[in-house]
């Protein structure tokens, strides 16, 4: 498996409460990404990262923040948490592949389970 | 933009009998295309991916997906069902937007293997 680790695994927290998690990756992987995961819309991307300090945003930025101060680190902060946002995170990485312009697959973490009241 | 549509949310199939899930894709060209799997509680894994090498792609637990450019479909197939096979499925293409790249799921099918 690839050397994915997300913190903390559960959470729960009140509404109006910043909230941090936390990817590490030891593949030295260039692209890091966070999604959340609800029922009947699959996974959804939050932001991402394609180099220290170098993020994006995903089609489901707004509340969310990120930061990426090494290249192993990837943090997915609500800087002030809602009942909306209780979902399932999940962190993915990914690097370039051998070809021009190719990608390799996502390898994901096992998720980070957020409860907001 | 690059899409990708799988075609029943749900699926359910006898132990030991074929199993098929669609996946059809929208992509101005060659795209790359993956299957994951996602078992109960659990991170998505890597089932398989197409990236022009061969239309028949072979994955891991014996599934397969054939690329027909021609239909615009990336179907994952297994002849026989486990019951170990029971999970979600997503189809997955890469999206490309002003040099920007993202991985774009499908909504997923749930595949339920009875006894």
């Known amino acids: 498996d690839a050397g994915i680790t997300q913190s903390p695994r559960h959470k729960v927290t009140e509404t109006g409460t910043p909230v941090t998690l936390r990817c590490h990756q030891t593949e030295n992987h260039r692209y890091m990404y966070w999604y959340r995961q609800d029922p009947g819309h699959g996974l959804r991307l939050i932001h991402y990262s394609y180099g220290v300090k170098d993020t994006d945003k995903g089609e489901v930025s707004d509340g969310y923040s990120v930061s990426r101060s090494k290249t192993e680190d990837f943090l997915l902060t609500l800087e002030s948490a809602t009942s909306s946002q209780t979902s399932v995170y999940f962190c993915?990485?990914?690097?370039?592949?051998?070809?021009?312009?190719?990608?390799?697959?996502?390898?994901f973490g096992p998720g980070t389970r957020l409860t907001v009241l | 933009a690059q899409s990708v549509t799988q075609l029943d949310s749900h699926v359910s199939v006898s132990e030991g009998t074929p199993v098929l899930l669609r996946c059809n894709y929208s992509?101005?060209?060659?795209?790359?295309l993956f299957w994951y799997v996602q078992h109960p509680n659990k991170g998505l894994q890597l089932l398989l991916k197409?990236?022009?090498?061969?239309?028949l792609v072979k994955g891991i637990n014996g599934f397969e997906a054939e690329f027909k450019k021609s239909e615009t479909s990336f179907h994952l197939t297994k002849p026989s069902a486990h019951m170990s096979d029971a999970a979600e499925y997503f189809c997955v293409v890469i999206s490309t937007t002003s040099g920007t790249y993202k991985y774009i799921f499908g909504t997923g099918t749930r595949l339920k293997v009875l006894a």
């Open positions: 993915a990485i990914s690097d370039l592949g051998q070809g021009f312009l190719e990608h390799n697959e996502q390898f």
């Open positions: 992509s101005s060209y060659s795209p790359s």
């Open positions: 197409y990236t022009s090498a061969a239309t």
